[in-house]
């Protein structure tokens, strides 16, 4: 499903869009309310390559992507945008991740922590069909490439640095082993080349 093919229902004029990479702490865009929570049968993994925003055409970073997978559940943020939000928010975020990231997107169930229904959110996901996407590798490999990338928007390690953050603080019950064996990879890495200086 692409960005502009979203119907909105006139009913409502409301839209909730779930974030599980950049958009938990950088949506950029306005919105109404936002809640913590998961959606199922997702895994959460750093197999999407990045040219523009955390690396280059020589050197792509490595940004999260979302997996499909029985029993598995991704914990991030959902951004409710009501009325004349939803427009700048899909024009935003149709630049931001679909034609600078090479996501498509599709309609999911989001769960908030707090309890209480479930509401159908906008996910953009990267599948193996983009020519960005890098697919799975080591947590070592993953780490040492997110080390030393550097896009428009900044560095690679920053943003693995506060999505894992972001999970600590507001999910710390959740055990997100491969953005935390990435994460140690990473650093470890850092480690080894200020030492090598």
Known sequence: MKPQDILVPKSSSSLWIFGYGSLVWKPDFKYKQSKVGYIRDYKRRFWHGDNFHRGNDELPG???????????????VAFEVRGDQVEPALDYLNMREAVRGG?????????????????SALLYIATSDNPLYLGPAAPEEIGARIAVCEGRTGHNLEYLLRLAAFMRTRCPHVDDQHLFAVEAAALAMVSYLLEAQ
């Open 62 to 76: 490595r940004v999260v992507t979302l997996i499909p997978e029985d029993d598995a559940s991704t914990w991030g």
């Open 103 to 119: 996501y498509i997107t599709e309609m999911v169930a989001f769960h908030p922590k707090e309890g209480g229904p479930s509401v």
